[in-house]
């Protein structure tokens, strides 16, 4: 086999995981650019559990937000693809939220920082995105409502 194939090869097999690699951390990528931090379940919990006014926008289709996984009790359904439209139709509803904390969550982690980085620029200062969605929080044996 010809070394400057081999060579090409491992050249192109570098930049195809470098490219998959950067696709898995953008949702990290995005949220850090606007300062939005990565909180555990854990953590979740107990700044809920410290402050009856957070509060979770839960960014999934209404089908998963009561589908297998439930949601956490409380949590406003915001689906994450027309978030933009809901928040204009929501009005000024959502306002005296705007300087309180709320927790993004989704399923996984992956639609929650592009949804945070849309209630940012709508005036919501206090964001926290919740860290491996609501599968982390299942994992951690959290109580769940709406568990279809």
């Known amino acids: 086999m010809d070394p400057q194939f081999k060579f090409d090869l491992l050249l192109a097999m570098a930049v195809g995981f470098g490219f998959m690699m ?5 949702p990290r990528i995005q949220a850090k650019m606007i300062g939005v931090p990565f909180i555990s379940a854990e953590e979740a919990k107990r700044r809920m559990d410290e402050d009856s006014g957070v ?3 839960d960014v999934r289709t209404a089908g998963e937000f009561t589908g ?3 949601h956490i009790e409380g949590a406003l359904n915001l689906e994450s693809g027309n978030l933009h ?3 204009l ?3 000024d509803q959502l306002d005296p939220y705007k300087s309180e904390q709320i927790i993004v969550a989704c399923r996984t982690q992956n639609r ?3 949804a945070a980085r849309i209630l940012y620029q709508s005036g919501f200062g206090k964001l926290a995105i919740l860290d491996g969605g609501m599968v982390g929080w299942e994992k951690a044996g959290y109580s769940v ?3 279809g």
């Open 22 to 26: 950067l696709f898995r951390m953008w």
């Open 55 to 57: 509060l979770v926008i």
């Open 68 to 70: 297998a996984l439930g």
């Open 85 to 87: 439209q809901k928040l």
């Open 89 to 91: 139709a929501l009005g």
């Open 112 to 114: 929650s920082p592009k």
């Open 145 to 147: 409502a709406g568990k």
